[in-house]
């Protein structure tokens, strides 16, 4: 029995978490670890026994214990309850789904607990990758990738332990505006982003994929993930989201990974690595396929690419930066506050805006994601 605690267990990558356990029956649900939505939690609970759950909202924390009252559950809040649940002493697996920089202390405290990380949260190496790889190592831990695109180089690196690596092709879909010019976009609304043409995701990163920050974000991960330089990374635009991300090795030989967009794969592959089990679900079926495309990105329209690739570059402080302004500008836009291309002003606006740090430590990070979003609303009042 392989005991798993899941942080954001109510989000996107939490439900599908969740599916992935009702079809293994040797996964127990330890923890559980969710924002403000009760209303599902009292269903996982009820269907999943956890013995210990933490709501980040303290009074909906306190509203969830008088409903389950009859049920064996500790029900905690804050971030001391989500290192609760991500260092309970019985769980082996943490699978870090949270959305946002809130995601970095407990996958911190759960890696100096010996725990292994199936890591959705791209946010964590993004901001804090020079401090998480070598706790990683320190601890002997496992730092799986549950994102599509970094579990695909994962899978096409099985196997090559020793073979130098020429470049990895990190593939994305485009999202729904690929092909459109700036101009375009001018009047684009919220219902239009969030409109992904593969994906069902959350409605934080289904904008994120839009505008391509998602991508830049990602190429930033790949870089603590897999140790190569942020210049061997290069992505490439698949409409039919069918290739995941690929690995170029020395000799010119290129390994892929394929299948339908399920995001159930790559979370049941990082939960039983290495071994592959059965998933319910489609197939590709190569016969109806017939064809897979590939295009360049166009790093003008969608500049926040091309940005994500210039913070990497000076790393230190800046991707925290980047990260925080995106996410605010984004909750900016989800509550129609500030137009679509405005997204990216937000983000340039903080970056232009702030002192550069070479080696930030946790307490620094934390403290420039507050500068960032008081910077914003100073000017976005």
Request: hydrophobic letters at 40%; charged letters at 25%; glycine letters at 6%.
């Amino acid at each position: 029995m392989k005991k798993i605690a899941i942080l954001g267990s109510t989000g996107s990558i939490g439900t599908q978490t969740l599916d992935v356990v009702r079809n293994n029956k040797d996964l127990q649900v330890i923890s559980l670890v969710a924002g403000s939505n009760i209303d599902l939690m009292e269903e996982q609970i009820r269907e999943f026994h956890p013995s210990m759950v933490s709501i980040w909202n303290a009074e909906k924390a306190e509203e969830l214990k008088k409903r389950v009252q009859d049920m064996d559950v500790k029900v905690l809040s804050g971030m001391e309850g989500m290192i609760a649940c991500a260092t309970e002493t019985s769980v082996e697996i943490v699978v870090a789904a949270v959305v946002g920089m809130i995601g970095i202390l407990p996958t911190i405290e759960a890696i100096k607990a010996g725990k292994d990380i199936a890591l959705a949260n791209k946010e964590t190496l993004v901001t804090a990758g020079h401090i998480i790889m070598p706790l990683v190592k320190e601890y002997n831990v496992k730092l799986l990738p549950v994102d599509s695109e970094h579990s695909a180089i994962f899978q096409s690196l099985q196997g090559e332990e020793g073979n130098r690596i020429s470049r990895i092709l990190l593939t994305a879909s485009g999202g729904p505006f690929r092909g459109k010019k700036r101009e375009e976009l001018k009047q684009v609304t919220l219902a239009d982003a969030l409109k992904h043409p593969n994906w069902a995701m959350g409605r934080k990163i289904t904008i994120d994929s839009s505008t391509m920050v998602n991508k830049g974000l990602e190429v930033m991960e790949a870089k603590w993930l897999f140790d190569v330089d942020i210049d061997e990374i290069e992505v490439v635009v698949q409409p039919q989201s069918v290739i995941h991300s690929m690995v170029e090795y020395e000799d010119g030989a290129v390994i892929a990974q394929l299948g339908t967009p399920d995001m159930r794969l790559p979370i049941q592959y990082a939960l039983y690595y290495p071994e592959r089990r059965d998933l319910p679900g489609d197939r590709l079926d190569f016969k109806t396929l017939q064809k897979i495309d590939f295009q360049a990105p166009d790093l003008e329209t969608f500049r926040g690419l091309q940005m994500a690739y210039e913070v990497g570059r000076k790393g230190g402080s800046m991707p925290t930066v980047y990260n925080a302004a995106n996410e605010k500008a984004v909750a900016m836009f989800l509550d129609e506050k500030i137009g679509y291309l405005e997204i990216l002003d937000v983000i340039q606006y903080a970056m232009d805006h702030h002192q550069w740090i070479a080696d930030p430590s946790i307490e620094e990070i934390l403290k420039i994601e507050q500068e960032v979003y008081a910077c914003i609303e100073e000017k976005w009042h």
